[in-house]
């Protein structure tokens, strides 16, 4: 069993910034993927950024140059820095594991953005 719980969200001016934090209930050396998703209101849940094979990143086209996803595996925490924050990225975030073969999501963090 894996716990995921996520932190950091808030209410930001656009142009701000905000950093995420997922924190994981064991080491993040055993998980397949992980990485942070998205969903605003009337839309799909989207992949913002996460690590695969270990430590291949990938970013939305949407956050590229903007986002950045990082971990401290000491922490066992992964965390998304989110810069030049945008009304359009206003969305709840979710933290995603997948650990043999099984998926794990957080509890969700809300971002919005305020123009």
């Known amino acids: 069993q894996v716990q995921l719980v996520e932190s950091g969200g808030g209410l930001v001016q656009a142009g701000g910034s905000l950093r995420l934090s997922c924190a994981a209930s064991?080491?993040?050396?055993?998980?397949?993927?992980m990485g942070w998703y998205r969903q605003a209101p009337g839309k799909q849940r989207e992949l913002v950024a996460g690590f695969s094979s270990g430590s291949i990143t990938n970013y939305a086209d949407s956050v590229k140059g903007r986002f950045t996803i990082s971990r401290d595996n000491a922490k066992n925490t992964v965390y998304l820095q989110m810069n030049s924050l945008e009304p359009e990225d206003t969305a709840v975030y979710y933290c995603?594991?997948?650990?043999?073969?099984?998926?794990?999501w957080g509890q969700g963090t809300q971002v919005t953005v305020s123009s």
């Open positions: 064991r080491s993040i050396f055993s998980f397949n993927d």
């Open positions: 995603k594991a997948r650990y043999y073969g099984n998926v794990y």
